[in-house]
């Protein structure tokens, strides 16, 4: 699917950055890839989640996700699965259990108004420290562990001391 190396990936993040800076213009918070096609190469599409202002009602988010996607399709991008919601309903599902549970296997950050990132740190410290374990047609997945992994990732790139988020 994102075949051709470094950068080829890079590229394509620029055009879904883009893609979605031009239809959600001012209105997007933050947008961000996660899901299979980070730790798949093979993965047969692209989960992309986008945060905007304000609230969706359910007719809005659909047409906002289809818009994105099937533009997407005929640039010649992969096929995406396009998760819009509005920054409360972001924030409530930043929490164990939810679909936003898979982000402790990674993700990566395309647009950031909202410092995101630091929600998502936080979630991931929450998630750490509980045993929370997905199930999927992949196999097991342990989040708990991934997230652990994923936070002292995190740390050695900002380089901050590990015990500060008591992760020994």
Do not use: C
Not at 94 to 101: A, E, I, R
Not at 122 to 151: C, P, Q, T
């Amino acid at each position: 699917m994102l075949r051709g190396g470094i950068s080829r990936r890079r590229e394509f993040y620029e055009d879904l950055k883009d893609l979605v800076l031009e239809i959600l213009g001012d209105r997007v918070l933050a947008a961000l890839v996660f899901g299979s096609s980070i730790y798949w190469k093979d993965a047969k599409d692209v989960d992309l989640l986008i945060v905007v202002r304000g609230s969706l009602r359910p007719r809005e988010k659909v047409e906002l996700e289809y818009k994105i996607s099937s533009r997407a399709l005929r640039m010649g991008l992969p096929p995406l699965d396009v998760h819009v919601m509005g920054l409360s309903d972001f924030r409530d599902n930043l929490s164990p259990g939810t679909f936003l549970s898979g982000l402790a296997l990674g993700y990566r950050v395309l647009i950031d108004r909202i410092n995101v990132d630091s929600l998502i740190t936080s979630f991931l410290r929450e998630l750490s420290r509980e045993d929370y374990v997905l199930y999927s047609r992949h196999g097991r997945w342990n989040l708990s562990k991934m997230a652990k992994i994923l936070l002292r990732r995190k740390l050695r790139a900002e380089g901050e001391d590990r015990q500060t988020l008591n992760l020994t």
